[in-house]
């Protein structure tokens, strides 16, 4: 029963989604770029590692785009377009991995404190406003500095800070779901807590879980691409494209196109994701429905 | 009300206590070593030891926080490692120029967001609608660091009509602060279009049109004072945002303020600088929390906090 409710639920929520312009847009160029990314090794036209004899100008600067190289190269005169389909895979990587790690740290706590409230609740909550006003970019910036980051460690660094809108909002949910006669009943007629919150809790916390789930994307690539920038995220020669900028600034004033290509790729992939989560929460929270 | 105030503060109080504790503790337990970087690569063990002794890095984890939170009681947030300063000192002077950023950067998101919101919520489903929302989403989704070179790029490198970094003079201010300025403008624009659309529905609206007055006179005596509310309540949250974001944009622009001072403190694992930013963030942004809780029952009475 409640599967059927769930599927039948979950694609009319998808047709709804179809058809708002905007969320099919950015559903577009999420589509685009993950396939892109999935894609690399076909269509990348050369080795994003390879040095190019011909890749740099006499004077040994950046090639801007031509024939040969359509997005010009870098400092090194590696290919630029080659580079960024690599890093659209380190990109995208940290930021499903990242952000999985903090939706599910987000959904634990926020599914422990708002079910058990008591003492522990409390204790969880705190610590949950104790990380709201930590400086989370100054503090992810430290921990990644310190760390020597391989690529696990900066989505690591990312989720330890980016779960606690997550945590928040499945509380507030937990709590309201929790004094339901529903559940009040469940438990009179003997249900196990672990089945309450498996079978009967998490379900409908389900929307929630994807809504910030998707607009999470967009926040960890963002912070990705920001410690990529400072030099503490994705060490080079492993392209991402927050590095790629890192890498060539020194070129900004000449070769504006090494910063400025990379840096639309990571509008265009935070921007999709925003589109695709903000219509997401329009159709699947029903208390937000009809307010637009 | 007073009881409220004391109360909430005591929280800040423990708030900050825990943040201190925690950095605090990340710091001790991560395997960044600050003697090597005084010491240099060549010194000698004895060397290392010594400075070890001297800045009380061989105590245990328990007396160095205690010792660091005396100090904190008495207003001393200890001395840099490497610059030989007062850590109070140092902060002190690189917070007004961060301060003005702030404020030049909050006065400007506001001026952008506020008109866009507006604009939207009275051509409400028009092209121009969906052109500014479209155009906050891409705000939102744009990294600090591509906006700040973007338009140092444009207005700095290619037209010259601003300095390319730097601090001194108004001029130096623009490109910073409108950086910070459009990123938070799509917030705003948002917030304010949803409040000022839910304005336009209520009776006074309607009463005041159809007792004859102008339409524009409506908008700007009637609806506007009443539909910024709930977006004037953003700011101190929006203070929180800030602080994190000024690393980034004082480092393209040269800015020299308290983030740049925690970036160069981090790369050279300085830890009292670091402790000190962090400190005064933090600060900033349970303060700006605490700021926006108090003015909601203050914009909307019917509201009482508990």
């Keep these: 029963m409640t599967a059927v409710l769930a599927t039948r639920g979950a694609s009319s929520a998808f047709k709804r989604l179809l058809q708002r312009k905007m969320a099919l847009f950015g559903l577009a160029l999420v589509v685009l770029i993950v396939g892109a990314a999935i894609l690399a090794p076909m269509i990348a036209p050369y080795d994003p590692y390879e040095q190019h004899f011909d ?64 003492w522990l609740g409390s204790v969880l909550m705190r ?12 503090l992810a910036i430290c921990l990644a500095a310190i760390f020597q980051p391989s690529i696990w460690i900066v989505a690591f660094v990312i989720a330890l800070v980016n779960w606690v809108q997550t945590a928040r909002v499945i509380y507030t949910e ?45 926040t960890t690539v963002l ?49 999709a994701f925003n589109l695709v989560g903000d219509a997401l929460r329009d159709v699947l929270d029903p208390t937000l429905r009809g307010s637009d | 009300m007073a009881a409220l105030v004391l109360r909430r503060l005591i929280q800040v109080g423990l708030i900050l206590l825990g943040v201190s504790f925690i950095t605090f503790f990340l710091l001790y337990v991560l395997p960044a070593d600050p003697v090597r970087q005084i010491a240099g690569r060549s010194a000698t063990p004895q060397t290392v030891a010594n400075i070890r002794e001297q800045l009380g890095l061989d105590q245990p984890f328990v007396v160095q926080y205690g010792r660091y ?72 989704s744009a990294p600090q660091f591509v906006v700040a070179l973007l338009l140092l790029y444009i207005f700095a490198v290619k037209l010259g009509w601003f300095p390319i970094g730097g601090y001194g003079t108004p001029a130096h201010l623009v490109l910073p602060a409108l950086t910070l300025g459009i990123l938070g403008s799509g917030w705003y624009a948002r917030i304010m279009r949803s409040s000022m659309i839910e304005v336009l529905r209520a009776d006074f609206i309607r009463t005041a049109r159809a007792k004859g007055l102008a339409r524009s006179r409506v908008i700007l005596r009637h609806a506007l004072p009443n539909a910024i509310l709930p977006v004037i ?3 101190g949250i929006d203070i929180g945002i800030f602080m994190g974001g000024i690393v980034v944009v004082e480092g393209v622009f040269g ?38 809780d108090l003015m909601v029952p203050l914009i909307d009475p019917r509201i009482r906090i508990r």
């Design chain 1, 223 to 271: 912070l990705e691409a920001t410690l990529s920038y400072l030099g503490v995220g994705v060490q080079p020669p492993t392209p991402s494209w927050g590095n790629i900028i890192f890498e060539n600034q020194t070129y900004f004033q000449s070769a504006p196109w090494l910063v400025f290509i990379p840096g639309f790729a990571i509008v265009v992939l935070a921007l």
């Design chain 1, 55 to 118: 890749g740099l100008s006499l004077y040994g600067e950046p090639l801007p785009p031509d024939a040969t190289y359509l997005l010009g190269t870098d400092l090194l005169g590696r290919d630029l377009l080659s580079r960024l389909l690599y890093g659209a895979r380190t990109s995208l990587i940290i930021g499903v991995m990242a952000n999985g790690i903090a939706l599910m740290i987000g959904t634990m706590i926020g599914i422990t404190a708002g079910y058990f409230q008591g």
């Design chain 2, 69 to 140: 939170l005396f100090g904190l009681l008495q207003g001393d947030m200890g001395r840099s490692y490497l610059q030989k300063t007062d850590v109070a000192t140092l902060i002190m002077a690189r917070l007004p120029a961060s301060l003005l950023l702030m404020a030049a950067g909050i006065a400007a998101e506001l001026v952008i967001g506020l008109t866009m919101g507006v604009i939207a919520a009275l051509w409400r489903g028009r092209a121009v609608d969906s052109g500014l929302m479209m155009t906050s989403f891409v705000t939102v």
């Design chain 1, 174 to 218: 937990t709590s309201a779901l929790a004094a339901r006669d529903f559940i009040a009943a469940e438990r009179t007629l003997g249900a196990s807590t672990a089945r309450i919150l498996f079978r009967h809790i998490l379900p409908h916390l389900v929307p929630l879980i994807i809504v910030w789930g998707t607009l999470g994307i967009s």
């Design chain 2, 233 to 235: 309540a953003m700011i």
């Design chain 2, 255 to 292: 800015w020299p303020g308290i983030g740049q001072l925690a970036w160069q403190a981090i790369q050279r694992v300085d830890i009292p600088i670091i402790m000190g930013v962090t400190l005064v963030s933090a600060c900033a942004i349970v303060l700006g929390n605490l700021l926006a």
């Design chain 1, 127 to 138: 610590f949950t406003d104790l990380m709201m006003a930590f400086p989370a970019l100054l």
